[in-house]
């Protein structure tokens, strides 16, 4: 039995398609990312998922229980970490520990060894109201009180949004552990850059899943000719390259700019090709592709970019 | 279950003494409001000043003038010459009544001839021009009763006056029922559903909906704590008007503790209902300001007596509970009737409870659509 499956789930607001026909299966002990901009349905989907809200079409079901009928069973087996940082301000770490493992009906001592790696932590700050703590503390508290009642699906949702790079590791480490002990994990991100610390991926664009596989398969199924290109003028070296014929794609990145080829060529070639077109160029290198640029390009190729 | 129970109740309580304001709303508001009431809202006046056309200028035109002083309600501003001055102490403001007696004032009352005497108050404040007025008008006729006697007129109908379970008129007899009534609702309607408006604002409400809990459990334990402090503030208000302005409770306390909790239970259910149809603090805030503090100070009966308002008005009224709630109160309180006398008003109270209970359970949501 999976943790999650779902068959093409769509949900509109309005005249808004927030999901088109989505679907995935993640299986138990299961570390899934749903890799996405703002905006592209992640939220949507976890609230169809923790049976807040109904699905216009498609089924789902979660740890086997069909997520409109059997919402009540749903309820008592999955924790639940919303976008927005959810628990009482003004309630202490304890108070709120205490009080969502109560609702759940068990104790913190009872299922301690689940979040003691995480509360030792936040122990120093036990009686701080939640509200005071800092942006990593809080996640951290969040997915204890998510985790307190030992669930079966966790479902994550930006957990790392507005934290600091530190506690962003930290977190992802803490994912791992849990995931060893049985703990299926569907977590949510903005940050390309995390989705290699999942076993599986879904890159999830304007409601639609453009591709699911694993981090690694993603980068090796992408066999394009990918080139790095550090310039000074990147906005004319862009300009110029898009009407190049020889250009697939090219899109900044950071302070790059990544540049995929329509045929294969050496880094050397494309320097002579930029050469020719008199804008300076400081620097061209063939780079492996990164979730980023596999993202981009999966998304260009569904949509392309206008000028 | 209880355990759950108990926790939400633990965690509500928490919410509420760490919240100041919640904490002015719940103790400062009843106390200030009573207060105020009783204070600053007084119908009764004491020296107010008055000016004398007197044109008869004889002895019992004197008396007359220094019976209207002697209450200590009245106090001579100034005694005035010629019709044209009368104006002038409205327009300074020095003056809030003219008494105008008339030419040949002591022969005419003893030879039994009419004699009018005019008062003159301001309008443009016609509130305090007919507490004056009336005032004088009662002065006048205890100086005629007075005058006759001595001179044995036969003819004269006696008119004696008795303001029963309220002899003095005092206006603590109607604010304190009334501002019970008030707080009530606030404490009752206005904090819960505000404090459930605050989970759905927060994103707490997600993850309650997200738990084995059932939703009756997460209303009732959000709203028990604050069932109790509205019958705390009852009773404060009662101690208050009773220790402060001599208020009585005439009736069975038990009838009037029941019936407060009954119309908690009104005030609650209005409250859950207001929640369920407001995602935010500021939605639920100006339904229960709007939808119901306004219409219950001013269409209760309260303050307005409600037979004298348009049609329209006295039907909105008829619907409210503190209508129904206030009427029990001055019931029990000041005229000490028993049940037999306010089971109407409680039976129409009871059918609110369950009508609203009714649309509570078809509004609430398991969801957050």
Not at chain 1, 77 to 95: A, I
Request: charge should be negative; glycine fraction near 6%; aromatic fraction near 8%.
């Amino acid at each position: 039995m999976s943790a999650i499956t779902i068959n093409n789930i769509s949900k509109s607001y309005g005249d808004v398609l927030a999901l088109n026909r989505v679907s995935f299966n993640v299986a138990k002990g299961e570390l899934f990312g749903l890799i996405g901009p703002d905006g592209a349905g992640k939220s949507t989907l976890f609230r169809i998922l923790t049976t807040l809200l109904l699905a216009d079409e498609g089924e789902g079901y979660v740890v086997g229980h069909h997520v409109v009928n059997e919402y009540k069973e749903i309820r008592k087996k999955v924790g639940y970490m919303p976008g927005r940082f959810s628990l009482y301000q003004d309630l202490s770490v304890e108070e709120n520990l205490s009080f969502f493992a109560t609702i759940f009906g068990t104790t913190i001592q009872e299922n301690y060894d689940l979040v003691k790696d995480i509360y030792v932590q936040l122990e120093p700050f036990r009686t701080r109201p939640a509200g005071k703590l800092s942006g990593g503390m809080k996640q951290k508290l969040a997915l204890c009180c998510a985790l307190i009642h030992r669930p079966e699906v966790l479902f994550l949702d930006e957990p790392t949004t507005g934290v600091d790079a530190v506690s962003r590791v930290e977190f992802w480490d803490m994912l791992q552990k849990l995931k060893q002990k049985g703990i299926a994990i569907l977590v949510s991100t903005p940050y390309m850059d995390e989705a290699t610390r999942c076993d599986c991926i879904a890159l999830i664009q304007k409601g639609g899943i453009l591709s699911i596989n694993s981090p690694q398969q993603l980068i090796d199924d992408f066999r394009r000719p990918l080139f790095a290109i550090k310039t000074s003028a990147t906005y004319r070296m862009l300009k110029a390259l898009r009407n190049a014929n020889f250009t697939a794609s090219a899109l900044p990145f950071g302070e790059n700019i990544h540049l995929i080829t329509t045929s294969k060529m050496t880094p050397k070639e494309v320097k002579e090709h930029l050469d020719e077109l008199n804008i300076p160029v400081e620097e061209v290198t063939a780079i492996t592709a990164t979730i980023e640029d596999v993202f981009l390009e999966l998304s260009t190729l569904k949509e392309p970019i206008k000028e | 279950m209880l355990k759950v129970f108990w926790a939400f109740v633990k965690k509500e309580w928490y919410h509420i003494i760490r919240d100041k304001r919640t904490l002015l709303i719940l103790f400062g508001m009843p106390i200030a409001q009573v207060l105020l009431f009783g204070f600053a809202i007084s119908t009764e006046f004491k020296g107010a000043r008055i000016d004398v056309l007197d044109q008869a200028r004889d002895d019992t035109s004197q008396q007359l003038i220094a019976h209207l002083q002697s209450s200590g309600h009245f106090e001579l501003n100034r005694l005035l010459t010629s019709e044209d001055e009368m104006e002038s102490g409205f327009k300074e403001g020095s003056t809030k009544l003219v008494v105008v007696i008339p030419e040949n004032f002591g022969a005419n009352l003893y030879s039994g001839q009419p004699v009018d005497i005019q008062f003159v108050a301001d309008g443009s404040d016609p509130n305090n021009a007919n507490t004056l007025v009336q005032y004088a008008t009662t002065m006048l006729n205890e100086f005629q009763k007075d005058q006759s006697a001595s001179t044995e007129n036969p003819f004269q109908i006696q008119v004696e006056n008795r303001m029963l379970y309220n002899p003095q008129l005092d206006s603590a007899y109607t604010f304190v029922p009334g501002t019970i009534a008030l707080i009530l609702l606030i404490v009752c309607a206005m904090l819960t559903s505000l404090t459930i408006a605050r989970e759905k604002e927060l994103g707490t409400m997600e993850i309650l909906l997200v738990s084995p809990l059932p939703p009756l459990l997460i209303i009732l334990g959000k709203v028990a704590p604050y069932a109790l402090l509205a019958f705390l503030d009852a009773i404060l208000i009662l101690v208050l008007g009773n220790f402060v302005f001599k208020v009585p409770v005439l009736g069975s306390v038990t009838l009037l503790l029941f019936c407060c909790l009954l119309y908690v239970v009104v005030g609650l259910s209005l409250g859950t209902l207001i929640s369920t149809r407001s995602s935010s603090q500021q939605q639920a805030m100006m339904a229960s300001l709007m939808g119901l503090m306004m219409p219950s100070l001013i269409l209760s009966g309260f303050i307005f007596p409600l037979s004298s308002m348009p049609g329209v008005l006295e039907l909105i009224g008829q619907i409210i509970p503190a209508t129904y709630f206030i009427e029990i109160l001055k019931g029990v309180m000041l005229r000490g009737v028993g049940l037999r006398f306010v089971y109407h008003e409680i039976l129409i109270l009871l059918i609110m409870v369950l009508v609203l209970l009714l649309l509570t359970w078809k509004n609430f949501k398991v969801r957050l659509q």
